[in-house]
């Protein structure tokens, strides 16, 4: 079966902080993986999706990026964190099939102070 | 941005009853999608229609399409305290999904 997983589970951080944060899944091949922010009591916001190795597509301008090292690995980093760039990161998973149905991770609580 | 947009923003309602949450849309979609999630987890996926389908059940969910009125509807019968949760209504827009602002709902037990 498939498990995807995220780490850290919480960060805090200083503004201006740089950020790594990590997403790695299990028991699929060439998935295609998701980078999305959560507000509190919002819906989501998607910063960046993958299909392959090394292709990037970026939703939205910002000071945060995104990495594909490994078919399985998802990376999303930022060299200066900013106030505004608190929130919840989740990362995500599909198969990249016909309906597209999305798989969580339990996601990243970052909180910029 | 945000393609669907749920209705109410929150809803609380008595364990037994049932809750009724909508989602409306704004162009043609693949499919149409309802995920759940509790609070400080991730998503998890409920049930998906497609673009062509106008009903569908699983368990104690049921889920409608109206596609002329571009708009959804997720019922949940005869509710539980476990269902408190915040629902999400995404539309696929080919390799990616686009999600509402979502429900935020309590059942009181």
């Known amino acids: 079966s498939q498990t995807i997983h995220q780490w850290p589970a919480t960060l805090v951080q200083p503004v201006g902080s740089p950020l790594s944060l990590e997403c790695t899944v299990e028991?699929?091949?060439?998935?295609?993986l998701y980078w999305y922010r959560q507000a509190a009591g919002r819906g989501l916001q998607l910063l960046f999706y993958?299909?392959?190795?090394?292709?990037i597509s970026s939703e939205v301008p910002q000071n945060l990026s995104a990495s594909r090292p490994q078919d399985r690995q998802f990376i999303l980093s930022s060299k200066k964190l900013l106030l505004s760039d608190s929130g919840f990161y989740l990362c995500?998973?599909?198969?990249?099939?016909?309906?597209?149905?999305?798989?969580f991770g339990p996601g990243t609580r970052l909180t910029v102070l | 941005s945000q393609q669907g947009e749920e209705d109410p923003q929150a809803l609380s309602i008595q364990e037994g009853e049932n809750a009724t949450m909508n989602c409306s849309y704004k162009t043609s979609i693949n499919n149409l999608q309802w995920y759940r999630q509790n609070s400080g987890r991730g998503l998890v996926h409920l049930i998906l229609i497609r673009s062509n389908e106008r009903e569908k059940h699983s368990g104690r969910l049921r889920v409608t399409l109206d596609t002329s009125k571009k708009s959804s509807s997720l019922l949940i019968t005869a509710s539980r305290a476990a269902d408190t949760a915040s629902y999400f209504c995404?539309?696929?827009?080919?390799?990616?999904?686009?999600f509402g602002a979502g429900t935020i709902l309590r059942v009181k037990s």
């Open positions: 995404a539309t696929d827009e080919g390799n990616k999904l686009v």
């Open positions: 028991g699929t091949s060439n998935p295609n």
């Open positions: 993958s299909v392959g190795i090394g292709q």
């Open positions: 995500a998973w599909s198969s990249g099939l016909a309906d597209n149905e999305q798989f």
